[in-house]
Nanobody, 123 residues
Framework: QLQLVESGGGLVQPGGSLRLSCTASGFILDDYAIGWFRQAPGKEREGVSCISYRGGIITYADSVKGRFTISRDNNWKTMYLQMNSLNSDDTAVYYC????????????????WGKGTLVTVSS
């Protein structure tokens, strides 16, 4: 069974950092574009970052450029989202999602989704 599981969320103070993980079971992430998405309370889900299949293209939302970094482990089983300089606007449930052999991460076109991990930025 193909699954994605996020971890690493929690409560952090403004200006702090967190690293989210997205671990795949049943498949290798190398064959998939992996995206990080988030949904804040009362808002629509938005794309945060995407790494294309085989890792050739990386994109970030303007709101997180320079603060967030997407990466992967060498075994292509776990993807990461390093989040620095967090602020209250980053409070959301963060999801990872995968789309097979894709160069992009379209919100409505991802094949698999994790259940999400909550990030709360508050003092």
């Amino acid at each position: 069974q193909l699954q994605l599981v996020e971890s690493g969320g929690g409560l952090v103070q403004p200006g702090g950092s967190l690293r989210l993980s997205c671990t795949a079971s049943g498949f290798i992430l190398d064959d998939y574009a992996i995206g990080w998405f988030r949904q804040a309370p009362g808002k629509e889900r938005e794309g945060v970052s995407c790494i294309s299949y085989r890792g050739g293209i990386i994109t970030y939302a303007d709101s997180v450029k320079g603060r967030f970094t997407i990466s992967r482990d060498n075994n292509w089983k776990t993807m990461y989202l390093q989040m620095n300089s967090l602020n209250s606007d980053d409070t959301a449930v963060y999801y990872c999602a995968a789309r097979r052999t894709s160069w992009r991460c379209p919100d409505t076109g991802m094949d698999y989704w994790g259940k999400g991990t909550l990030v709360t930025v508050s003092s």
